[in-house]
């Protein structure tokens, strides 16, 4: 899934379609309803909002994103590539070699660019959204995700095997200045409504931690219980429609915490399904999708008892649950502008997933390369892009 913090990183120089500065390297060494358990507590917020999904309703796209070719991107994570997929054929038309374990395709704050994330290769690999052709990478450590400030200010490469955030100039990846952490396995992000604070993800030590995105410093740490015999495992990260509470999904615990965003106290437990990994916000930000992979390990086998949890904001209670038929391992990715279907990356089972939104069933398996990962569909509804596979506002 990710590489071991021992992982050796390399420097080398490239130049993003020949006009980026060497400077880009100077770096420091059918739904089934049911009800689920939750526990919450009274939440207060100075940072809360109407809705932070407001600007992502259906086909609400910018100037920029309506130029864009229709495409789903697919990065294969033990394949070294990146599969290309038209939704309108639910068929591969391209793959394309970016580097070593690509992990997630990333559309850059202003939407001009896709960057594909080769965490063992120390590069991003640039993709142009209007043509869906690749350019030459930009030589980057540890890149295992990417994201972007509110304010459009900085790149932020989380650079899990090196503990720390390397802020970056947003266009060219020039290098700012690096922050680091304390805690393991650094991996997903969001931000507040004000952007003024981010909360992330410690996968390994089983914490949050909390930014100050103004004075670029870490806060505290947050330590997550315990949901059955196994530690606290924290995936992916998203802040509610109100800006109140944070969403951090558990692999091991087979649910969802709620955290206080401004207090940032523990608020209550989701149960979901086995090994809950990604979140994919419904258009306009009415429910979450919530992708169990199926299994509680980063490697495992194919077919497993994955499934896709819907969560309503309003009630923070499951809805609806769809299966895999025959299994499958659900991991990240999208819905489409129209909001009509989700798009998942099938993590070991080297598929993608299509799931319609309404039935909830899966309409289309399309194989891909092996271990696919970060899977963006494009374009995304939004005024901005924050990074990751599309977390858009």
């Known amino acids: 899934m990710r590489r071991t913090l021992s992982a050796i990183v390399s420097i080398r120089t490239l130049s993003i379609w020949g006009a980026l500065s060497l400077a880009a390297c100077n770096q420091p060494v059918g739904p089934l309803a049911q009800t689920s358990p939750v526990t919450t507590v009274p939440v207060s917020s100075t940072t809360t909002a109407r809705n932070l999904y407001a600007a992502t309703g259906v086909n609400a796209l910018s100037p920029e994103a309506r130029m864009a070719r229709p495409l789903v991107y697919v990065p ?34 202003d939407m001009t660019v896709l960057w594909v994330t080769n965490n063992e290769g120390d590069t991003l690999t640039p993709i142009d959204p209007r043509t869906g052709q690749e350019g030459a990478p930009v030589k980057v450590a540890d890149p295992y995700n990417l994201y972007f400030t509110p304010d459009g200010r900085y790149a932020m490469v ?60 870490v806060v505290g740490y947050l330590k997550l219980p315990p949901h059955g015999p196994d530690h606290p495992m924290p995936q992916d990260v998203r802040i509610s429609p109100d800006g109140a509470v944070v969403y951090v999904a558990d692999m091991h615990a087979d649910g969802v915490h709620i955290v206080n965003v401004d207090a940032f106290s523990y608020a209550g437990f989701i149960e979901t399904g086995r090994g809950a990994h990604g979140f994919v916000v419904d258009r306009g930000g009415a429910r979450l999708f919530v992708a169990n992979r199926g299994w509680h390990m980063t490697t495992t086998a194919r077919h497993g008892p994955g499934t896709v949890s819907v969560i309503d904001f309003d009630t923070r209670k499951v809805v609806a649950t769809w299966p895999v038929p025959g299994g499958g391992s659900p991991d990240m990715g999208n819905v489409t502008a129209d909001g009509k279907e989700l798009w998942l990356g099938g993590r070991y089972d080297n598929e993608v997933y299509v799931f319609d939104t309404e039935t909830g069933q899966l309409t289309h398996r399309i194989p891909v390369g092996r271990e696919p990962h970060g899977l963006c569909v494009w374009p995304q509804p939004g005024v901005y892009s924050l990074g990751h596979t599309g977390n858009m506002r």
């Open 76 to 109: 294969n994570s033990k394949g070294g590539s990146v599969s290309i997929i038209d939704p309108q054929e639910y068929k591969v038309i391209r793959t394309v070699q970016t580097g070593k374990v690509p992990q997630h395709v990333v559309p850059s704050r």
């Open 158 to 217: 989380i650079a899990e095997a090196l503990r720390r955030v390397d802020f970056r100039d947003p266009k060219t990846m020039k290098f700012v200045q690096s922050l680091s952490v304390t805690c393991r396995g650094l991996d997903h992000v969001d931000f507040t409504a004000d952007g003024k604070t981010a909360i992330a993800s410690c996968e390994f030590s089983g914490e949050l931690v909390k930014f100050d995105m103004e004075k670029l410093s």
